[in-house]
């Protein structure tokens, strides 16, 4: 698996494992199942096949059973997605240390980042295309947005993934655990530049946030 | 028998009709006999799927090649890689598995299998198969009107899809959206005549649990389409509108909603999965019950438990958009629904798997297409719980993982499933037995490439590689040498496989040719298609309509000698 680098995304790769290890059970009891009946039933020279109907107390119980049984390993995978998912898009964390904006269009990502001040929508605003730079161990939140058809943000470190809509500005949050370089994909068909729209997202220390926050200030952003 | 003796008088008419028809290809083209119109239908969906089939190569040499000069196509550029999978998936779904598994093999066994001479409409059935044949026309000629083909994807998510500044296919997009609408127009009026038929043309004595499931699954999807499709028709009158007219039923700054669409297209596109999906576990029942000599493991069961199944369908549409953007509290509701349908699921697979039980395997090209579907799909199936689990899908959605995923599904369905039918019946329509050695050569060198294809390809979506990207080059974490090596390995495997389908061709051909004739029962099969000559004559019953007596899966009856007991048997 790819690194983690948000504080959830441990709790989804949970979720697949735990999903993993359901589903690989039944998989391997149903495809096991499967081929030894096919060996253990093959044709025989005088052996003619039983005449079952399929409700017959002592074969029902065959289905009867793994149907109850798939039912429980639901609710298990049922809660524990619920519960992620929850976490990581039905709320917002009351104590984000930022708002970032995430502009989509065909085909580079637009990002408003609030500057020295840290509030967004002001004069010091930081915009670059491509390019997202946030601060190891904040939290942020994100507004994203699109200037023409669908996009999808994605950072597979992350874990996170939305669409943006045009029209719309949808809320959500990260905190990055890790500094470094990192995919921005978009995963969203956007047209035929959708190949193209690739971005990095630059996780960095306090010092190096700093440093490029004030260049970025100063010189010519964009 | 008074019916048997009018049921005979229309063959006769019929016949005498046909002779002072139309002649040549006008004959073939204007029939109304339901077992020629399911010849047009598969070899219409054979062509068609060649074509995506060609558009998978294209499209995956690029993939793994990135800027190869593709033999057969050349340079593949950004425009024309979308258009190749948008149109691949396009044609696989609604011009490959609908016409193959519903509309050619509904056609051909409804009428021979529950003991009917024809369809009831079978003008209307002729009407259907000339509206699918224009709505392939109209398909083919998007790719090639300036601008190329539609490339918004197969789920034609606006405003993509609306508005042409965008998607730079005017002509491609509205011409795409209209093969669809007229598709859609085919499978109702083919829909309307196999629900009709079963419900009504019975062979005397037929009762509901005398039909074999086949009939039933390809009825209960017909149903599925028919309640499906409406909204989704809807839907793309206003998606015209929006690209014709300039109308803004999608665009957010005239009032319009982008997602409404997805709502539209996925309330049909899920159930879709449904309708294809339920005739290919018909055609696998039914192709083991003969071959495991074997009475189906609860016919009941697996007829209510379809039903269950397809009620659910209809419940777990968004689990497509969990990250389009809706209330997220939604996402809630639909991952239970969705985990709800793996239980009828799961019990259509235990039923299959259980038949198998106390059977006698006899391992025959068609049986091992029947179980290679089983075996095949389990992996889709539970591939999907990742996908419909919420939190989990936060990760997978859009990426490899979900190509993957309904791969598993779709191949099994639209590729192994035809492919069970077809060398089972096979005999039945052209009255020879096709060559086993040849199949079963053509019968791994299907199955073996397609799981080398996809199980790099799930590989791939856990590392985090996201779909419709014609260059990984420009995603340094996507661009390694490990992820191109999987990209390789899975189309060299696709290139082994589609070379392994010229020995199908082959066989087709000289089995037809040459072949050992097949006679009336070459299966020892009870369903009532092989009480009659192969292939049947025009009006199916030249001895008269069959009287029927039990249900369709008699095999191994302790009271008989033989393990199986034909449904027209009086005793």
């Not at chain 1, 502009?103 to 609030?114: D, K, L, M």
């Not at chain 2, 038929?197 to 074999?212: V, W």
């Not at chain 2, 029962?521 to 009870?526: H, Y």
Request: glycine fraction near 8%.
């Amino acid at each position: 698996m790819i690194p983690q680098a948000s504080t959830y995304a441990a709790s989804i790769d949970n979720v697949i494992l735990l999903i993993a290890v359901l589903v690989g059970f039944w998989f391997i009891a149903a495809e096991g199942m499967f081929f030894w009946l096919i060996w253990r039933f093959r044709a025989k020279e005088g052996v003619k096949s039983e005449y079952l109907e399929g409700h017959e107390p002592h074969v029902k119980k065959w289905i009867t059973w793994p149907h109850s049984l798939v039912l429980v390993c639901d609710v298990f995978i049922i809660i524990g997605a619920v519960q992620v998912w929850y976490n990581v898009k039905q709320r917002l964390p009351d104590d984000a240390d930022a708002t970032i904006r995430i502009i989509g269009q065909q085909w580079a990502w637009t990002f408003q980042h609030p500057g020295a001040d840290n509030d967004l929508d002001t004069a010091d605003d930081i915009f670059t295309v491509d390019d997202l730079h946030v601060e190891v161990d904040r939290t942020y939140i994100f507004q994203l947005q699109s200037r023409d058809v669908l996009h999808s943000f994605s950072v597979p470190v992350f874990r996170i993934k939305q669409d943006a809509i045009p029209g719309r500005s949808i809320m959500g949050w990260f905190e990055p655990t890790q500094t470094g370089e990192y995919d921005v994909q978009c995963v969203e068909i956007c047209g035929i530049g959708h190949g193209v729209m690739a971005a990095r997202i630059h996780i960095e220390d306090a010092q190096q946030h700093a440093d490029w926050i004030r260049s970025a200030s100063t010189g010519t952003a964009q | 028998m008074a019916h048997t003796a009018t049921a005979a008088d229309t063959h006769h008419d019929a016949h005498a009709h046909e002779h002072h028809g139309p002649q040549g290809i006008l004959k073939y083209l204007w029939s109304t006999d339901h077992k020629m119109i399911a010849m047009q239908y598969l070899f219409t969906g054979i062509a068609m799927g060649l074509i995506g089939a060609y558009m998978a190569y294209v499209f995956r040499m690029q993939t793994a090649f990135p800027g190869v000069n593709v033999p057969g196509f050349g340079q593949v550029s950004p425009g024309e890689y979308n258009s190749l999978i948008t149109n691949h998936g396009t044609i696989m779904i609604f011009w490959v598995a609908m016409p193959v598994l519903v509309a050619a093999f509904g056609n051909f066994l409804i009428p021979l299998m529950i003991g009917a001479d024809d369809m009831v409409f079978p003008r209307i059935n002729r009407l259907s198969y000339q509206v699918f044949l224009l709505s392939a026309i109209v398909l083919i000629v998007s790719f090639f009107v300036p601008g190329g083909g539609f490339g918004g994807a197969w789920t034609a998510y606006p405003p993509l899809s609306a508005v042409a500044e965008y998607n730079q296919t005017n002509l491609g997009s509205s011409l795409w959206l209209l093969a669809v609408a007229l598709e859609f127009v085919a499978f109702l009026l083919g829909g309307i005549n196999f629900i009709t038929t079963l419900m009504n043309s019975r062979a005397p004595g037929m009762r509901a649990y005398d039909i074999p499931l086949v009939c039933w699954m390809i009825v209960i999807a017909s149903i599925l389409f028919m309640l499906s499709v409406g909204p989704l028709i809807a839907g793309a009158v206003m998606l015209f509108f929006d690209q014709t007219l300039g109308t803004g039923f999608y665009d957010p700054a005239r009032g319009g909603d982008p997602v409404l669409w997805q709502h539209l297209f996925w309330f049909f596109g899920h159930p879709e999965v449904y309708v294809v999906l339920l005739p290919a576990i018909g055609i696998t029942i039914d192709v083991i019950a003969t071959f495991a000599r074997k009475k189906v493991f609860g016919y009941k069961l697996m007829l209510y438990t379809t039903v269950a199944t397809g009620v659910l369908s209809f419940f777990v549409w968004a689990h497509h958009q969990f990250i389009a953007g809706i209330d997220p509290r939604m996402a809630n509701v639909f991952t239970i629904t969705t985990l709800l349908i793996s239980v009828p699921i799961a019990e259509l697979c235990f039923v299959i798997i259980a038949t198998l039980y106390g059977g006698s395997i006899r391992l025959t090209t068609p049986m091992l297409w029947a179980l290679a579907f089983m075996a095949e799909f389990l992996i889709g199936g539970v591939t999907g719980i990742f996908l419909g689990a919420s939190g989990a899908d936060i990760y997978f959605h859009d990426t490899y993982f979900v190509l993957a995923h309904f791969h598993y599904t779709f191949f099994p369905i639209a590729i192994i499933g035809t492919f069970a039918a077809f060398t089972y019946w096979f005999p039945k329509m052209f009255g020879r037995m096709m060559n086993d050695t040849l199949g079963k050569i053509h019968f791994w060198g299907t199955i073996i490439p397609f799981n080398i294809i996809f199980i790099p390809l799930f590989v791939l979506g856990i590392g985090g590689e996201h779909r419709r990207i014609y260059n990984y080059e420009h995603f340094p974490e996507l661009a390694g040498e490990g992820m191109f090596m999987l990209r390789q390995i899975a189309t060299v495997a696709l290139l082994v496989m589609l070379i392994f389908q010229v020995v199908f061709f082959y066989n087709c051909y000289v089995s037809w040719k040459k072949g050992e004739k097949a006679g009336k029962n070459p299966w020892k099969a009870n369903t009532l298609e092989w009480t009659t000559e192969s292939p049947p004559p025009h009006g199916n019953w030249p001895e008269g309509l069959p009287n029927v007596y039990r249900g369709p899966y008699e095999y191994g009856h302790p009271d008989r000698k033989e393990d199986y007991w034909p449904q027209n048997q009086p005793s």
